[in-house]
């Protein structure tokens, strides 16, 4: 008896590092009888308060969500390129990320193409959305974003996706 | 997303007659921006950017970079929009799987960059005994930065992004029992680099 609790425990330790404290989430196989013994077990109950702690400082790792910036320059970039054309400006070459030689070349050489672009991308947007009370500075990121430059890393994963296209894009 | 309501599948836990009925919505809509309906694309971007975003910035660690991996992703979509195979997969499913390859190639650039040095970042996940919302989450952050990067991607995937295990096995091209042995020694990692912050919350257990 006790040689199959520590055994269950075990288990239950392994569940909790791999599916986290959420029963709900855990295989249906086994899930009642380590429930019950996260709950009539000491041992049990003090694993799953540590798991749960862990999940909730997990959960205060940063997210992030678009602006509304950034979905019109894709949005404009892709609909107002040529031929399907549309390349990507890195945002992140004109920002110092940490840990990394940024480059910020690529940006600077557009500004004179973003400007021609950015009233077309802008317009483009705003008639497909509806959004109102843009500002220059919209406009200069519209621009950024729709603007042809060469990037040449851009397409070195693109082969590497996979899912709803023939094999012979993937 | 557009059929994807539901933050996706979260991959996975849809029945299999309401993943049907997304590949169908899906399929309608690829087909209008193949036709070059910006409407249906910006739908498709309103729908799944920040699901992307969300990935991308928990697995670079960089929000310019996450933003960056978003326009790739999306343009991608539109360039090859019309020759979406509807039947394959559904465009929630496709989104992750490229925004994960999309950082394995950030994440080797930097390697590349730095020869493969860790970045500063990942070394701060100290014991800091008290700490505002702001510390958490940028220790938090750093932890998950410095965990090895599929480690990373499955637990992103898996408990950020509430993904089932058999779709976090697909996106990331890995057998299910290679994922479970990447949570769970990604969790083990994260439970002792982060002892102190999640003892904090428990100061009745005894060290």
Same mark, same amino acid.
Request: charged share 30%; no cysteine; proline share 7%.
């Given at each position: 008896m006790e040689k199959d609790t520590k055994k269950d425990l075990a288990r239950l330790s392994d569940l909790l590092d791999i599916? !986290?404290?959420? &029963?709900?989430?855990?295989?249906? &196989?086994g899930r009642d009888e380590l429930q019950s013994l996260l709950q009539s077990h000491p041992e049990g109950r003090r694993m799953l308060r540590e798991a749960q702690a862990l999940a909730q400082v997990m959960d205060a790792a940063p997210s992030m969500t678009a602006s509304t910036n950034l979905k019109a320059g894709i949005v404009a970039a892709a609909v107002g390129s040529k031929d399907r054309e549309a390349r990507v400006v890195p945002i992140a070459s004109g920002r110092k990320r940490r840990g990394s030689t940024a480059n910020t070349q690529n940006l600077g050489r557009l500004w004179p193409a973003a400007a021609l672009a950015a009233s077309f991308a802008v317009g483009l947007y705003l008639g497909v959305s509806?959004? !109102? !009370?843009?500002t220059f500075d919209d406009a200069i990121q519209f621009a950024a974003l729709s603007s042809t430059v060469s990037d040449t890393d851009t397409d070195s994963w693109l082969d590497n996706g996979t899912g709803g296209f023939a094999e012979d894009l993937l | 997303m557009p059929s994807d309501? $539901?933050?996706?599948?979260? $991959?996975? #836990?849809?029945?299999g007659a309401s993943q049907g009925e997304a590949r169908q919505a899906d399929q309608a809509l690829m087909e209008r921006v193949s036709q070059g309906d910006a409407q249906a694309f910006q739908q498709l971007v309103d729908s799944g950017i920040d699901r992307v975003l969300a990935v991308a910035r928990r697995t670079l660690g960089d929000e310019a970079e996450a933003e960056d991996i978003a326009q790739e992703v999306f343009l991608r979509l539109w360039r090859q929009a019309d020759r979406?195979?509807?039947?394959? $997969?559904q465009v929630s499913t496709w989104l992750y799987r490229v925004t994960v390859n999309a950082c394995i190639d950030r994440l080797r650039q930097r390697k590349e960059e730095t020869g493969g040095e860790v970045p %500063?970042? #990942? #070394? %701060?996940a100290t014991q800091q005994q008290t700490m505002e919302e702001e510390d958490l989450r940028d220790t938090m952050d750093a932890a998950l930065q410095g965990l090895p990067e599929r480690q990373r991607l499955a637990l992103v995937l898996?408990?950020? %992004?509430?993904?089932t295990m058999s779709a976090v096995a697909e996106t990331m091209d890995a057998s299910v029992e290679a994922v479970e042995s990447l949570l769970a020694r990604g969790r083990r990692a994260l439970k002792s680099s982060l002892r102190s912050e999640w003892k904090a919350l428990l100061p009745d257990v005894p060290e």
């Open positions: 599916y !986290g404290p959420d &029963a709900k989430r855990w295989p249906e &196989a509806g959004i !109102g !009370g843009q | 309501d $539901a933050k996706p599948d979260r $991959a996975g #836990t849809r029945s979406w195979e509807g039947g394959r $997969a %500063e970042m #990942t #070394t %701060e898996f408990h950020y %992004e509430n993904m």
